[in-house]
């Protein structure tokens, strides 16, 4: 099982981009994907978590910024983000937990798996 994430850069201050995640692997289901950032300096912070049924949890910092979104089908997760500030400069992180997929023993099951993260930079 793998996680790819991509779609960071750098734009500036009130610009928007979007961050997709997607799980590799003979997956048959994930259970709460999600986005997590790390700046410099500070620890590891969740920006937005969305279960399979499509329940969101946000951080008070991102809401009514940024928008958590997944497909089941490709096993991909998003993160829209629009009116970027310089304090969400970080890289972002792509997490599934609760992955059960095929294995070589059969059904098996990961918990709290992480992606690498993509760079996200907001200039002033």
């Known amino acids: 099982v793998q996680l790819q994430a991509s779609g960071g850069g750098l734009v500036q201050a009130g610009g928007s981009l979007r961050l997709s995640c997607a799980a590799s692997?003979?997956?048959?289901?994930?259970?709460?994907m999600g986005w997590y950032r790390q700046a410099p300096g500070k620890e590891r912070e969740l920006v937005a978590t969305?279960?399979?049924?499509?329940?969101?949890n946000y951080a008070d910092s991102v809401k009514g910024r940024f928008t958590i979104s997944r497909d089941n089908a490709k096993n991909t997760v998003y993160l829209q983000m629009n009116g970027l500030k310089p304090e969400d400069t970080a890289v972002y992180y792509c997490?599934?937990?609760?992955?059960?997929?095929?294995?070589?023993?059969?059904?098996?099951?990961?918990?709290?798996?992480w992606g690498q993260g993509t760079q996200v930079t907001v200039s002033s």
């Open positions: 692997g003979s997956i048959f289901s994930i259970n709460v």
């Open positions: 997490n599934a937990d609760r992955i059960q997929y095929f294995s070589g023993s059969g059904p098996t099951t990961k918990y709290d798996y």
């Open positions: 969305i279960t399979r049924s499509g329940s969101t």
